[in-house]
């Protein structure tokens, strides 16, 4: 089952001409990279509380809440992209990036 970023990153994906559509690969490799982290400290805070380490769950809330807000501001950056790549040429458009997406 796909996660909620992922099946909007797939939809904004497919709205893009197909010369634009790496944006959306790229993307999709880093929130591979972001769940591997998840993966790698959930395996890393498991070794700590089988060795009898306190996990700080303060901590843990933190590091969870961090991922999100990451890939929050990514998925909102890349719709920012997806709007001004689809309203290329469109004079009445304001711009959300005003150095352009190509």
């Given amino acids: 089952m796909k996660s909620a970023f992922r099946q909007r990153v797939e939809d904004l994906k497919s709205r893009l001409p ?7 690969h790229y993307l999709e490799h880093v929130l591979d990279s972001l ?3 998840e993966e790698e400290h ?3 805070v498991a070794a700590y509380a089988y060795q009898g380490y306190k996990v700080s769950g303060d901590n843990e809330q933190v590091f969870n809440e961090t991922i999100l807000t990451v890939k929050q501001q990514l998925f ?4 920012k992209t997806v709007d001004d790549i689809l309203h290329k040429g469109d004079k009445r458009w304001d711009r959300n990036f005003k150095d352009g997406t190509d």
Avoid: C, V, W
């Avoid at 197909?18 to 959306?24: D, F, R, T």
């Avoid at 909102?76 to 719709?79: G, I, M, R």
């Fill in 35 to 37: 769940d591997s982290l």
């Fill in 18 to 24: 197909k010369e634009h559509q790496e944006i959306g």
């Fill in 76 to 79: 909102a950056t890349f719709e």
């Fill in 42 to 44: 959930l395996r890393l």
